[in-house]
């Protein structure tokens, strides 16, 4: 209660201290110009590189009027949104949906899915042509039932050849028919067969595999884990309980398919697998100049996420391990490349698989209301944003991982060697084994096999492809009066 009363205080003097255009009078932004009005504001205080774009800058503005007349010039908010931006290369991850709806959702693991989960990578000679791959199929979707499997090869959506250009308005129909295609002979060829897909609300607990595998005196526990999704926080723990109550000496983490999400799930996660560094920096956030310097005056106990030993009053099953197998792919991002990077200052991580995205940033969902929170929104629109507003770095103040997380073993995913997930004889897994009971040798690489990485279903949109917060600090957000 102490720490809520002092972060609470400490907000309202923070909203006291940064001032910008709307100081100069109290004049609400026009009708159409709302959407507008809201996106200038929630990236003039919260964007982490706000200093950077010269049109956020605090004393862009004189007036309300003065914004007004600049916010007219982008009648798509869309538009408007981009053009505030840095440079794409920078900031590869800032989203805004006209329906929030969705986003809350895609966020909690709730999406229209048919349940393929699928990579797209480009075919053999080609800069254009692109084909899928099934990774996994999740359960209890309209493709469970259904004659398709992991290892399954698709090059069109209705008869027509999927490109860098059609995929994303070709894969967004609620329902369509997969073409599917063997691999011979450094070729994808299709072979007439094909599998009808619907798409369905469809929640997907992340945890896809929890297992105990025994090897002579080890007991090596595997979680496949798919997203940080907080509402399966505690299923998690009791993942954690039960590879407690069965013995495990050891522990698989497979992240490979995982895109991210919740940093307070993260920060959970990384206690499970711990639980001797409670109260400890798990990780630190960096936020832009004006809200970082701040709270680093103030108290900056607050940017600071720390190992917890309890999910609300619930307490965290921890296996108090001093060494983690952590498999990655391209598509490992954001918020499981953040329980990477946060554990190593305090035990050996060994990373087996391909280099990771490379998400060292935060984002929060900004909405149109008073204070920028889910109360008392504007009932005009649904739009919200999802900007980036922080950095993260670990316990050592690193957290300089844009090209991605390089992995202790390089051993990229390929058609060559898509195993049963789980199987002991599954290449990643099996060299984890491997690697832990020092015993197996890595699999070799099959070239021909390997392509060149584009998209997967869950980058696809950008919606699950996030590491955030839960929310953003309420008086900081009521910044702009």
């Known amino acids: ?53 010269p049109n956020l800058s605090d004393d862009r503005f004189a ?37 929030y709806l969705e986003l809350e959702q895609a966020l909690g693991g709730i999406t229209k899915n048919n349940g393929v989960e699928f990579g797209l990578v480009y075919k053999p000679g080609s800069t254009t042509d692109i084909f899928g ?67 369905t609300v469809l929640a997907e607990n992340p945890i896809l595999i929890n297992k105990v595998i025994p090897v002579g005196t080890h007991r090596i526990g595997y979680l496949m884990y798919n997203g940080f999704y907080a509402e399966y926080d505690s299923e998690l723990n009791n993942a954690f309980a039960t590879l407690k109550s069965e013995g495990v000496t050891d522990l698989v983490l497979d992240l490979r398919y995982n895109s991210g999400g919740s940093v307070l799930t993260a920060t959970r996660l990384a206690s499970m697998i711990t639980g001797q560094y409670t109260g400890q920096v798990f990780a630190k956030q960096q936020w832009n100049e004006k809200i970082n310097s701040y709270f680093e005056s103030e108290d900056p106990e607050l940017l ?20 983690i197998y952590i498999l990655t792919t391209k598509s490992s991002a954001s918020a499981s490349e953040l329980v990477i990077n946060g554990l ?15 998400k060292n940033v935060g984002s929060v969902t900004l909405y149109d209301s008073p204070t920028f929170g889910k109360d008392n929104k504007n009932p005009n629109h649904r739009y919200a944003m999802q900007p980036i507003v922080l950095k993260i770095v670990n316990a050592d103040g690193f957290g300089d991982y ?77 910044a702009l009066k």
């Open 1 to 53: 209660m102490k720490t809520t009363v002092k972060f609470t205080l400490l907000l309202f003097l923070a909203a006291l201290s940064f001032q910008s255009c709307q100081d100069q009078d109290d004049l609400a932004a026009p009708i159409n110009l709302e959407v507008q009005d809201f996106i200038w504001k929630g990236l003039n205080q919260y964007y982490l590189w706000q200093a950077d774009v």
């Open 63 to 99: 007036n309300q009027d003065q914004l007004n007349v600049f916010l007219t010039g982008y009648p798509a908010p869309e538009d408007l949104f981009d053009a505030l931006r840095v440079d794409k290369s920078i900031d590869r991850f800032s989203w805004i949906v006209s329906d």
């Open 133 to 199: 791959y099934v990774r996994y199929i999740i359960p209890n979707s309209d493709a469970s039932p259904k004659e398709i499997k992991r290892g399954a090869i698709f090059y069109g959506i209705n008869g027509t050849q999927l490109t860098v250009s059609n995929y994303q308005s070709l894969l967004a129909d609620d329902a369509y028919t997969l073409n599917l295609a063997d691999y011979a002979s450094g070729a994808i060829t299709p072979n007439g067969e094909s599998v009808a897909l619907t798409k």
């Open 304 to 323: 600071r996420n720390n190992f917890t030993d309890k999910i609300g009053s619930t307490a965290i099953t921890s296996l108090n391990l001093t060494k």
């Open 344 to 358: 190593k200052p305090y035990m050996d991580v060994v990373q087996i698989g391909d280099v990771t995205t490379g």
């Open 402 to 478: 844009f090209n991605g997380l390089t992995p202790t073993y390089l051993l990229r995913e390929n058609l060559g060697n898509l195993d049963i997930l789980g199987n002991p004889s599954e290449p990643l897994l099996s060299t984890a084994i491997g690697k832990i009971t020092g015993t197996g040798k890595m699999l070799q690489q099959s070239p021909k096999k390997d392509f060149n990485y584009f998209k997967d279903s869950k980058s696809i949109d950008g919606l699950q492809n996030q590491m955030f917060i839960e929310k953003a600090p309420e008086g900081l957000l009521k």
